[in-house]
T-cell receptor, first 114, second 114 residues
Framework: ETGVTQSPTHLIKTRGQQVTLRCSSQ?????VSWYQQALGQGPQFIFQ???????GRGNFPPRFSGLQFPNYSSELNVNALELDDSALYLC?????????????FGQGTRLTVV | AQSVTQLDSQVPVFEEAPVELRCNYS??????LFWYVQYPNQGLQLLLK??????LVKGINGFEAEFNKSQTSFHLRKPSVHISDTAEYFCAVRRNTGGFKTIFGAGTRLFVKA
């Protein structure tokens, strides 16, 4: 158990719809990162939030957006869903106390777009 | 920019045999190196990490890895595998100055046979 929880665990959406995925960080962690893991591939970095501000983004379009709340929980929002958005979405939380700090991953949300 | 290449997509091995999972990386800046394991329908679990110091790193479940700067490699080894080691293994890098953006390889599927 990493102390990072994600909800829901599975989700099915229709192309064109919008989806919100949630992540509860490990207690005391102020940084959260989101990753997309397509089937048979490694995780791809989407973006990172530190103290409620986005401070790093991967090669994903603007329809992927996020929020981090004062309690450091986080949301990933995806608009105008496409079939290729089907993937496992992972969040990772960490405490910024020097670059050597470890990130802890949640179990992921499996999103299927039909 | 950083990149990670896992040289084998699948590695079948018999129980109690030794195994090596190969990883090469490319980076223009200094990086930290990681190996993660992912069991079916689960998130990522950190096996071990190289931050600095000794180039031989020991992790959980009897795994170890050796950082070779001249060959830009970080191969994962275990002297005797168990059926329970069957999983997907990901090599990853993160630059050692700021941020938690982690670049993952495509993964190596370790399949341990009885």
């Amino acid at each position: 158990e990493t102390g990072v929880t994600q909800s829901p665990t599975h989700l099915i959406k229709t192309r064109g719809q919008q989806v919100t995925l949630r992540c509860s960080s490990q207690s005391g962690h102020n940084t959260v990162s989101w990753y997309q893991q397509a089937l048979g591939q490694g995780p791809q970095f989407i973006f990172q939030y530190y103290r409620e501000e986005e401070n790093g983004r991967g090669n994903f379009p603007p329809r992927f957006s996020g929020l981090q709340f004062p309690n450091y929980s986080s949301e990933l929002n995806v608009n105008a869903l496409e079939l290729d958005d089907s993937a496992l979405y992972l969040c990772a939380s960490s405490l910024v106390a020097g670059a050597k700090t470890e990130a802890f991953f949640g179990q992921g949300t499996r999103l299927t777009v039909v | 920019a950083q990149s990670v290449t896992q040289l084998d997509s699948q590695v079948p091995v018999f129980e109690e045999a030794p195994v090596e999972l190969r990883c090469n990386y490319s980076s223009s800046v200094s990086v930290y190196l990681f190996w993660y394991v992912q069991y079916p329908n689960q998130g990522l679990q950190l096996l071990l990490k190289y931050l600095s110091g000794s180039t031989l790193v020991k992790g959980i479940n009897g795994f170890e890895a050796e950082f070779n700067k001249s060959q830009t490699s970080f191969h994962l080894r275990k002297p005797s595998v168990h059926i329970s080691d069957t999983a997907e293994y990901f090599c990853a890098v993160r630059r050692n100055t700021g941020g938690f953006k982690t670049i993952f390889g495509a993964g190596t599927r370790l399949f341990v046979k009885a």
